[in-house]
């Protein structure tokens, strides 16, 4: 079946302008995560849904950063006036319930959008 | 210092030989412990996914936790040019979504 999608794949943006990325799960999972790549850094937990609600959004790293789940399937990631340091890939991941009963469900990524702020 | 360290190398080895690459983690409540390979311009893939401590073997591919040392290995036999990947370890705990990533060792087999 279809995997993770994400779009676009490459994004360049002006420093200050906003911009939004676009993921969508397989198709059945309820749960959602958005993770950023830097060079250098590995992967950063950004946020995680499960439906179309987030309770866990402690990796977003500032206030410019928005995300939103709609239909419990495609989620946009928001970055507003963006900045230079907003350079990373943003990878989004789905998995079919997340962690239920103490079994942690397999996260299945996309390819990333990589974006580059100049 | 981060929650899960991981040498970034690049590391390169002939092909057939084994590799082993290694994790630490700080963080005792981390449960799961996941191997992931990443192949380049793609999203990481599940390789190996273990519970708490122990071993476990799939294939060309050994995954080890000591929960008392707070180390994560990971073991290719034979490895193949095919293995040339980065490879990213991550941790989690119970009850939380979060998955903690090192920052991936980049592997070269050489043929």
């Known amino acids: 079946g279809a995997g993770v999608s994400q779009s676009p794949s490459n994004k360049v943006t002006e420093k200050g302008k906003d911009v939004e990325l676009r993921c969508d799960p397989i198709?059945?999972?309820?749960?959602l995560y958005w993770y950023r790549q830097s060079l250098g850094q590995g992967l950063e937990f950004l946020i995680y849904f499960q439906g179309n609600s987030a309770p866990d959004k402690s990796g977003l790293p500032s206030d410019r950063f928005s995300a939103e789940r709609t239909g419990g399937s495609v989620s946009t990631l928001t970055i507003q006036r963006t900045q230079q340091e907003d350079s990373a890939v943003y990878l989004c991941?789905?998995?079919?319930?997340?962690?239920?009963?103490?079994?942690?469900?397999?996260?299945?990524f996309g390819p990333g959008t990589r974006l580059l702020v100049l | 210092q981060k929650e899960v360290e991981q040498d970034p190398g690049p590391l390169s080895v002939p092909e057939g030989a084994i590799v082993s690459l290694n994790c630490t983690y700080s963080n005792s409540a981390f449960q799961y412990f996941m191997w992931y390979r990443q192949y380049s311009r793609k999203g990481p893939e599940l390789l190996m996914y273990?519970?708490?401590?122990g071993n476990k073997e799939d294939g060309r591919f050994t995954a080890q936790v000591d929960k008392s040392s707070k180390y994560i290995s990971l073991f290719i036999r034979d490895s193949q040019p095919s293995d040339s990947a980065t490879y990213l370890c991550s941790s989690g705990g119970f009850g939380n979504e979060k998955l903690t990533f090192g920052t991936g060792t980049r592997l070269t087999i050489i043929p």
């Open positions: 198709s059945g999972h309820t749960a």
């Open positions: 273990t519970y708490s401590s």
């Open positions: 991941a789905s998995s079919r319930t997340g962690t239920s009963g103490g079994a942690r469900e397999t996260q299945y």
